[in-house]
């Protein structure tokens, strides 16, 4: 019985008492109700019996919640008899004082017993609450009964699986932060455990995907950025003009051995764009986007190096440089865009660029997951945005061309009409 002074129980039952209350769950179970009785058994057994049957059809007027208390007493009893591997297990119920105090309360041969030295005020509490359950009255409908008592066994089906669950998911963790010193491991353990981790990675992996992909686009925006400005240097030193080259009779060329015919002029853009790290404007690394696994960042500096290598080197679209006159900052417009994540209308085949038929016009760059670009506008500005466009201008293509391209195309006004190519 629990008292201020005795919060929790400490002790099992008696012996008498185990013995009549093993009869009892014996006979409510359909088994054999017979075995070794104590001489008081009969009276004992009615009291159990009373209070089993109060307990399964209204465990709240003893206080017990919903009979989750009761679960709960059930599960951790399994639980101990599994941890001591089948060995008796004592359950904590009564106190010892408690328990002398019942002997001596519950009638032997019809007499009580005596009551403990010093124990009269707890034989009252506990004769009160026999006389309690005495005058409690009987459940009015069997059928009550019976559904109550179903439900407090699901209850502790449903509480043993989740113990259940809770510690093979334990036993998983432990296996694989600790791995066992021996080769006693089945390969059921091993799959479960992978199964964990597994479930673990795949809970992680977006996030931990989506801050990759956040920190390119930062590392893409800043290398645009400073790109912008060593452009600007560039075009101070050179007249105003953005990098600019001989021009040739292509500008697709961009990776191949003829990027640079044999008088000298440029048939890949991109080689106009490579002027900014050839003449010494800027380092390779800061013209290749995080997001392109094969920019080539080293040994491209050499003094006979014109290009990247090959086509999937090149990391940005610049603006097309076909056209018959330079492009200057004082005649161009703030927001024409110059370089930008690749263009997607363009994808590399047989190691050659080429014009995809299929592609859709406002397709995003297929950089960073496709979804979206970084643009630079010659005003030094870099725009994250998820539409190639600035302002009314595709920056993919040449306003009012419906067409296909073949590398020989211009922008009528190269100043104004950004046409990004590779």
């Avoid at 024409?336 to 038929?357: E, I």
């Avoid at 009012?400 to 590779?422: C, I, K, N």
Wanted: hydrophobic residues 40%.
């Amino acid at each position: 019985m629990l008292t201020p002074d005795h919060p929790e129980p400490d002790l099992q039952l008696s012996a008498a008492d185990a013995a009549v209350l093993d009869t009892v769950m014996r006979s409510r179970g359909g088994g054999d109700a017979t075995g070794p009785m104590p001489p008081d058994a009969g009276d004992r057994r009615a009291v159990m019996e009373r209070l089993m049957g109060l307990l399964a059809a209204d465990a709240e007027h003893l206080e017990l919640g919903s009979g989750d208390a009761l679960v709960r007493a059930t599960v951790d009893r399994v639980a101990a008899a599994r941890a001591a591997g089948g060995e008796p297990v004592e359950i904590k119920t009564l106190c010892a004082a408690d328990a002398a105090v019942l002997d001596a309360v519950l009638p032997g041969k019809g007499q009580p017993g005596p009551t403990p030295s010093g124990q009269s005020e707890r034989a009252d509490r506990v004769r009160g609450v026999l006389t309690l359950l005495n005058h409690l009255s009987e459940p009015a409908d069997a059928a009550d009964l019976e559904a109550d008592a179903d439900r407090l066994v699901q209850r502790t089906l449903d509480a043993a699986a989740e113990q259940r669950q809770r510690e093979r998911f334990a036993q998983q963790i432990e296996l694989f932060s600790e791995p066992r010193r021996t080769l006693g491991v089945s390969l059921r353990q091993v799959i479960a455990a992978a199964a964990v981790f597994l479930l673990g990675f795949s809970l992680l992996m977006p996030a931990i995907e989506r801050n990759r992909a956040e920190a390119q686009q930062i590392a893409c925006a800043t290398n645009l950025g400073i790109a912008g400005r060593q452009m600007q240097a560039y075009a101070v030193d050179h007249a105003g003009m953005l990098p600019r080259g001989p021009v040739g009779s292509s500008w697709i060329k961009t990776g191949q051995p003829d990027a640079i015919d044999d008088a000298g002029r440029y048939q890949s853009n991109s080689a106009h764009l490579y002027l900014l790290i050839h003449a010494g404007y800027t380092a390779p690394e800061r013209l290749a986007c995080p997001a392109n696994d094969q920019a080539n960042v080293g040994g491209v500096g050499g003094v006979r190096q014109f290009d990247w290598g090959t086509p999937r080197a090149v990391s940005y679209s610049y603006q097309n440089q076909h056209g018959t006159t330079p492009i200057r900052l004082d005649r161009s417009s703030p927001t024409l865009a110059v370089l930008a994540d690749k263009n997607p209308l363009f994808v590399v085949r047989s190691g050659q660029v080429v014009f995809d038929v299929d592609a859709d016009r406002d397709a995003r760059s297929s950089l960073h997951r496709a979804r979206g670009q970084n643009i630079l506008t010659l005003d030094g500005r870099v725009r994250w945005t998820a539409t190639p466009r600035i302002g009314d201008d595709n920056v993919w293509q040449i306003a009012g061309h419906a067409g296909a391209y073949d590398g020989t195309e211009a922008p009528a006004d190269a100043g104004r009409d950004s046409f990004l190519v590779p």
